[in-house]
């Protein structure tokens, strides 16, 4: 996963509340979705203004549910805030890429912000973004980094009337859309998995001599799961115990599954990390045992020669009273020797298992 540098040094001795962007834009423009709905509507329309969103939600009796792509545009997120009344510090929460996964609570809307994961369909690299939700009694706010999310099935079952959709408030919106980024962290659990059990077949079968750099790769991309996801069993923990008026209790048995599916990531994340870390550790017995091997086959030869050079040792002394260097067959007879010697070597070397 490639990270990109943030710019959140330029906050740097601002007072609280300063609107700056400190992410990297993500895409041109910004898009504003509404989808307004009950028990018998359903509307979905892109907007150009704020003024022609604040004009749709006036008179409408039902939940609304603002999407805005490209939070990089601090004006809009200044013009919606001022409408609906947030806090200055959520505006600029918004606006903070990189935070931690969070709840905050205010007197008439709740706050909350975490990380969706996906990974790209041709590279394989995992993606990060930001998302920002503000639950207001019966309006939903999300702000997104760019377009394209995994709420598209969120999205149908409204569009269709299914389940229980179109008959709860927004506050079953806001689950069923922490829900969905949750779910999705099982897919990402998956791929992770794969990956993991690839470059472990890869260590064993020795197919990839730079592997290393991929096992590196691994280990960060979970470090950095654990850390954006683990703060996540507060924030769900939170919403499940809220006595905030925007939270129905009938939705809060929903949050209590949300939270044991976010516990089962957790762990997985936890069983991949261990794996991860486990990685280096095959990789470095991996080298180990390709240099024993070495280190055997040199070590073997080595022993087969010493007894072959003490033999040609002896016949390389200039001693004159040598009987053997007058013998007619003594060349072909200490050959011979030497052959048979190697030969006996390798035998005792196989009946011991040593090659």
């Given at each position: 996963?490639?990270?990109?540098?943030?710019?959140?040094?330029?906050?740097?001795?601002?007072?609280?509340?300063?609107?700056?962007?400190?992410?990297?834009?993500?895409?041109?423009?910004?898009?504003?979705?509404?989808?307004?709905?009950?028990?018998?509507?359903?509307?979905?329309?892109?907007?150009?203004?704020?003024?022609?969103?604040?004009?749709?939600?006036?008179?409408?009796?039902?939940?609304?549910?603002?999407?805005?792509?490209?939070?990089?545009?601090?004006?809009?997120?200044?013009?919606?805030?001022?409408?609906?009344?947030?806090?200055?510090?959520?505006?600029?929460?918004?606006?903070?890429?990189?935070?931690?996964p969070k709840i905050d609570t205010y007197d008439d809307y709740l706050f909350i912000v975490l990380k969706m994961f996906m990974y790209k369909e041709n590279t394989h690299d995992l993606e990060d973004e930001q998302i920002s939700f503000i639950l207001k009694e019966n309006t939903l706010l999300t702000?997104?980094?760019?377009?394209?999310?995994?709420?598209?099935?969120?999205?149908?079952?409204?569009?269709?009337?299914?389940?229980?959709?179109?008959?709860?408030?927004?506050?079953?919106?806001?689950?069923?859309?922490?829900?969905?980024?949750?779910?999705?962290?099982?897919?990402?659990?998956?791929?992770?998995?794969?990956?993991?059990?690839?470059?472990?077949?890869?260590?064993?079968?020795?197919?990839?001599?730079?592997?290393?750099?991929?096992?590196?790769?691994?280990?960060?991309?979970?470090?950095?799961?654990?850390?954006?996801?683990?703060?996540?069993?507060?924030?769900?923990?939170?919403?499940?115990?809220?006595?905030?008026?925007?939270?129905?209790?009938?939705?809060?048995?929903?949050?209590?599954?949300?939270?044991?599916?976010?516990?089962?990531?957790?762990?997985?994340?936890?069983?991949?990390?261990?794996?991860?870390?486990?990685?280096?550790?095959?990789?470095?017995?991996?080298?180990?045992?390709?240099?024993?091997?070495?280190?055997?086959?040199?070590?073997?030869?080595?022993?087969?020669?010493?007894?072959?050079?003490?033999?040609?040792?002896?016949?390389?002394?200039?001693?004159?009273?040598?009987?053997?260097?007058?013998?007619?067959?003594?060349y072909f007879l200490i050959l011979g020797l030497m052959v048979l010697i190697v030969l006996l070597m390798v035998i005792y070397f196989r009946k011991k298992k040593w090659m």
């Amino acid at each position: 996963m490639k990270k990109k540098p943030g710019k959140r040094r330029i906050k740097h001795g601002l007072a609280p509340g300063s609107l700056v962007f400190t992410g990297v834009q993500k895409m041109e423009g910004t898009r504003i979705t509404l989808i307004q709905y009950n028990e018998s509507v359903y509307q979905e329309q892109e907007l150009k203004s704020i003024d022609d969103l604040l004009g749709l939600m006036k008179d409408f009796k039902g939940v609304s549910w603002i999407n805005i792509d490209g939070v990089h545009d601090t004006k809009t997120v200044e013009l919606i805030g001022g409408h609906l009344g947030l806090h200055k510090l959520t505006m600029e929460d918004v606006l903070s890429i990189g935070q931690r996964p969070k709840i905050d609570t205010y007197d008439d809307y709740l706050f909350i912000v975490l990380k969706m994961f996906m990974y790209k369909e041709n590279t394989h690299d995992l993606e990060d973004e930001q998302i920002s939700f503000i639950l207001k009694e019966n309006t939903l706010l999300t702000f997104q980094e760019k377009e394209g999310d995994v709420f598209t099935h969120v999205r149908n079952r409204i569009k269709e009337g299914k389940g229980w959709s179109r008959k709860r408030g927004a506050d079953y919106l806001l689950y069923a859309l922490v829900d969905a980024v949750v779910d999705h962290y099982f897919l990402v659990m998956e791929t992770l998995g794969e990956a993991i059990e690839n470059i472990e077949s890869d260590l064993l079968s020795a197919k990839d001599d730079a592997i290393l750099p991929k096992i590196h790769a691994l280990r960060n991309e979970t470090l950095y799961l654990r850390r954006s996801v683990y703060p996540l069993r507060e924030v769900v923990n939170r919403l499940e115990k809220s006595e905030h008026p925007a939270i129905n209790p009938d939705t809060k048995i929903f949050i209590r599954d949300l939270y044991d599916h976010t516990i089962q990531v957790i762990e997985s994340i936890e069983v991949f990390r261990e794996m991860a870390s486990g990685l280096v550790d095959l990789y470095m017995n991996t080298i180990s045992n390709k240099m024993n091997s070495v280190m055997k086959v040199l070590t073997i030869i080595a022993t087969i020669f010493i007894p072959l050079t003490f033999v040609v040792g002896i016949y390389g002394m200039n001693f004159e009273n040598m009987p053997e260097l007058g013998w007619r067959y003594g060349y072909f007879l200490i050959l011979g020797l030497m052959v048979l010697i190697v030969l006996l070597m390798v035998i005792y070397f196989r009946k011991k298992k040593w090659m």
